[in-house]
């Protein structure tokens, strides 16, 4: 279970962290060649067909990602979809078909004929579906299925009709790739923090468990299997950090690949099976790597700033194809009448987690950065300042929450192995650990008395719940038993009683009043016709009013429903070319700060402010390729925002010459 926001940009706000380069491999990378650049619009998701003849892509147009296709430099490029938000291509082992997912309101399984022609939806739903690969014989996509319970890798035929799960479950989250040949299945199988990789034969059997650590990852969206189907990659954290191993089906024999005191992983064989690439922050930067299947050195491919990510092998092994995001940071504070006052400003592959906290007397201001190879918390005056580290780790921390003294910081950290609550004193401090479980826990929020924390874990299911836990530790107890995918941390009414639960699943959004103490969860309304995107919940400072990001048509609008019942309202203005994710409440509940996507070819999210009572709305931030988003309000109604620029381009670089004689 993974806490953080979703966005339609996320995949330009991943990043490994950056410190200095070293100089030792400088001189052997070779020169990566730009297919498609900035004016193409953010281009993003290559994928390149089983022949190596043609590239496929996503790409904004107007505000609306579609599908493209072309040579295999991204010449000639013809549109095939026509939905409102198409992304991640997938093409089928023929290279006549693209599955891809498409917004319909949630991600649903779309295919379309390369050679043109009406896409046609293959799944509907409000759970989430995104294509991983095709049965070899081209009869049928397979496809994972989030928010709806466990998490599970399905088929869907081309020519229509049900899906069906590709193997029998086995009680957990599973993510499968199929083998080269169709005959067997490599699963990543999740349970809490647990994650393992096991074996099934497609003919039937049971399945076999091919590791037992707990800490593998199988990267179900890239090539697990060799080629000749012999071998699988997987990625483990049994040493402390991510590495890469191989494992023999047959034998069940493991072997480190890689092993480094930075993260490897995105792993991808070569065609000829010789060779794995992959992304790495090794050299203090994320970075694409090159590794012998048989072990042995690293091989650099990229040096620079940017991000690297879907990793495309050309057929003969001459080149690789991938995606290529720049970004700068920013984290800034509304002025009055004026231009934003830009509290931090980071240069170079930068980036923040949507997550900040205020101390309550409003001097500091704590916010999340990756700039030293993984995410910490910074500290900044708001009255303006240098920015210092406040809590680190070599791991991820997250999530800070100020206590409502002010005492105390409560935040999210994986630097024991997994996910958990941790609390240090505000005036800094050594942390302490709230929950010990090898379950995630997480999105954690203080009680109004300051004596409780409600957040999520997995520890007894494989999707998240809500638990309460003292804010001076002991024993946790759960509050819900939903069963489904809580999309939102839960939310304190002012007197402490209840919490606010969001969910997302099968059965569509729901949202629950549920007593703290005891009680049966009542239900609230939510527009009948709306899915409620995930990353966008908050309860007004009065507790009257629950907001919520609602999908509809395909577009993203802001929607507030009364916490005593009744039908919810709209306050977004706009019917079309909206997109507004999430939201944050004025300190007088007169208004809500939200990002807001100006749709166009070169896209930017601005803040925008939205009148609870009359529906205007106000532009905060004009600034232009610039992803801002809102992080709160200071009592006197100004509003901290996070910002990250991007730019984004396909690549292609020849590793050839770089390989020589190791070929």
Not at 641 to 652: D, K, P
Request: a negative charge; hydrophobic letters at 35%.
């Amino acid at each position: 279970m993974r806490f953080h926001l979703m966005s339609r940009h996320s995949a330009l706000l991943l990043a490994l962290a950056l410190t200095a380069c070293t100089g030792d491999d400088r001189a052997r990378v070779p020169v990566q060649t730009v297919l498609l650049g900035e004016a193409a619009g953010l281009p993003a998701t290559p994928a390149l067909s089983p022949d190596g003849s043609r590239l496929a892509w996503s790409q904004p147009v107007e505000g609306q990602s579609r599908i493209f296709v072309g040579g295999s430099d991204a010449s000639n490029p013809v549109r095939l979809s026509t939905g409102t938000w198409d992304t991640g291509p997938v093409w089928s082992p023929d290279g006549r078909w693209i599955a891809y997912a498409g917004e319909s309101p949630e991600f649903d399984l779309w295919v379309v004929s390369v050679d043109g022609g009406e896409p046609r939806q293959l799944t509907s739903g409000p759970a989430r579906d995104q294509p991983t690969g095709w049965l070899p014989d081209a009869s049928g996509i397979v496809f994972r299925r989030l928010g709806a319970g466990e998490a599970r890798t399905l088929v869907a035929p081309l020519e229509g009709g049900a899906a069906r799960p590709l193997v029998a479950p086995l009680g957990g989250n599973q993510f499968v790739a199929l083998s080269p040949d169709g005959t067997r299945a490599a699963i990543e199988l999740g349970r809490g923090s647990n994650s393992t990789i096991w074996l099934q034969d497609m003919a039937g059997g049971p399945a076999r468990q091919l590791t037992t650590e707990g800490f593998e990852e199988g990267s179900p969206l890239r090539s697990s299997w060799s080629p000749d189907g012999r071998f699988l990659v997987f990625t483990s954290r049994r040493t402390g950090t991510t590495d890469l191993w191989t494992a023999n089906v047959e034998t069940g024999e493991l072997r480190q690949l890689t092993s480094d005191v930075r993260n490897d992983r995105d792993h991808l064989w070569s065609p000829d099976g010789k060779w794995i690439a992959f992304t790495s922050d090794r050299g203090g930067q994320p970075d694409v790597w090159i590794v012998a299947a048989e072990g042995g050195e690293a091989i650099r491919v990229t040096d620079d700033l940017a991000l690297e990510t879907d990793l495309n092998w050309h057929p003969d092994g001459s080149a690789l194809h991938f995606f290529r995001g720049e970004t700068d940071a920013r984290v800034g504070v509304t002025v009055p009448g004026g231009d934003p006052r830009i509290l931090v400003e980071w240069a170079g592959y930068q980036v923040l987690q949507p997550s900040a906290t205020l101390s309550p007397d409003e001097r500091t201001l704590l916010f999340v950065g990756n700039r030293s190879g993984n995410f910490d918390i910074w500290s900044v005056p708001l009255a303006g300042g240098d920015a210092v580290p406040f809590v680190a780790s070599p791991l991820n921390d997250g999530w800070p929450q100020y206590s409502p003294d002010g005492s105390q910081v409560m935040f999210s950290s994986n630097r024991a192995g997994s996910s958990d609550l941790w609390v240090v004193p505000a005036t800094g401090g050594e942390p302490r650990r709230l929950t010990e479980w090898t379950s995630n826990e997480g999105l954690g929020r203080w009680s109004p008395d300051g004596t409780q924390i409600a957040f999520l874990s997995d520890r007894e299911t494989t999707q998240s719940e809500v638990w309460v836990i003292p804010a001076t530790g002991g024993t946790a107890r759960r509050v819900t038993s939903f069963n489904e995918t809580v999309s939102a941390p839960p939310e304190w009414s002012p007197d402490g009683r209840s919490l606010y639960v969001a969910l997302q699943g099968e059965r569509g959004a729901r949202l629950f009043r549920v007593p703290v103490n005891g009680g049966r969860p009542q239900a609230l309304r939510l527009s009948s016709t709306t899915t409620v995107n995930g990353s966008g919940h908050s309860l007004s400072p009065d507790g009257a009013w629950y907001a919520y990001s609602a999908v509809a048509g395909g577009w993203s609008f802001v929607e507030i429903t009364p916490t005593a019942g009744g039908p919810p309202r709209r306050i977004t203005r706009r019917t079309e070319r909206v997109w507004q994710p999430s939201s944050v409440w004025s300190p007088d509940g007169s208004r809500l700060a939200v990002p807001d996507w100006q749709f166009g070819n070169d896209a930017t999210t601005n803040v925008l402010e939205l009148s609870v009572g009359d529906t205007t709305t106000r532009l905060i931030t004009t600034r232009p390729r610039s992803f801002e988003s809102p992080e709160l309000y200071t009592s006197d109604g100004r509003i901290v925002f996070s910002a990250v620029g991007a730019a984004s381009q396909i690549v292609r670089v020849s590793v050839a010459d770089l390989l020589g004689g190791r070929r």
